[in-house]
């Protein structure tokens, strides 16, 4: 089965201005993410920037890259005009990963496009995994997602779900025996809905909740979701998480 990974890469950061070409040991993370996507079964491996300086730290590293419009709302929109450069349509997959997952695991990046090939039903599919603490089931950063029977996503939210009714009644200490999914944002997507996707109305569940996937459940599409016994490595949105990063490198 061949996949194409693509990784949209924006230099603007608000809580860390020039994200993708930030040094972790001598290479730009752009780069440093690449090469990890390099280690899976991917048969092109391509960054979707929205700045030239991104696609020339790329070109330089021997990564293939590609200028984007700057006006995208969403990384969606972004890999949607990378689709229409590359000229993938059908059920051609595409697997995004995030361009500031310098460590993530490249069996994730199979998982997830080998589950969509399985699930010809589904449009999308992502990768979760169980909870560890309470606090993170509480955590409105950490999204979670509920499955139905067939390994598909019934919803995704912030709030902590499903609500375990009996043990928030003898207040919280523990996670059911069954814990929760905490939601990881790798997706893998059949290029043709990617490409119809940025045309699909905003969904008011995505508003209220501020996740883009909900705009695809709400429009009756399925995403089928890889549950991982592997926890993701550290991604970086903060300095402090770029100095751990680095620590590890090191």
């Not at 991104?54 to 890999?79: F, N, Y």
């Not at 598909?152 to 523990?174: E, H, K, N, T, V």
């Not at 996707?197 to 909740?209: A, K, T």
Request: net charge negative.
């Amino acid at each position: 089965m061949g996949f194409t990974v693509l990784i949209p890469a924006r230099l603007a950061s608000t809580r860390l201005p020039g994200k993708p070409l930030a040094d972790i040991g001598g290479l730009p993370m752009i780069v440093r993410v690449a090469q990890r996507a390099a280690q899976s079964a991917a048969s092109a491996v391509v960054v979707a920037a929205d700045d030239a300086s991104i696609v020339s730290a790329c070109t330089a590293h021997g990564v293939r890259a590609l200028l984007t419009r700057t006006d995208h709302p969403t990384g969606s929109d972004r890999l949607a005009e990378a689709c229409e450069l590359l000229g993938l349509d059908g059920f051609d997959v595409v697997v995004n990963v995030q361009g500031d997952e310098p460590l993530i695991d490249a069996r994730m990046i199979d998982a997830c496009a080998a589950l969509l090939a399985d699930h010809p039903e589904c449009v999308m599919s992502t990768a979760a995994h169980a909870l560890d603490s309470v606090a993170e089931l509480d955590n409105p950063n950490v999204v979670k997602v509920v499955l139905d029977a067939a390994g598909r996503a019934l919803y995704f939210s912030r709030a902590p779900i499903p609500w375990w009714r009996d043990g928030r009644a003898s207040g919280l200490q523990q996670l059911p025996a069954d814990a929760p999914l905490r939601h990881m944002g790798l997706y893998a997507y059949q290029a043709g809905f990617l490409r119809r996707f940025p045309s699909l109305p905003v969904s008011p569940l995505e508003q209220i909740e501020s996740l883009e996937q909900l705009r695809v459940l709400w429009h009756g599409e399925r995403i089928a979701v890889h549950v991982s016994p592997l926890q993701p490595g550290p991604g970086v949105d903060t300095p402090e998480d770029l100095a751990r990063v680095r620590a590890l490198f090191s």
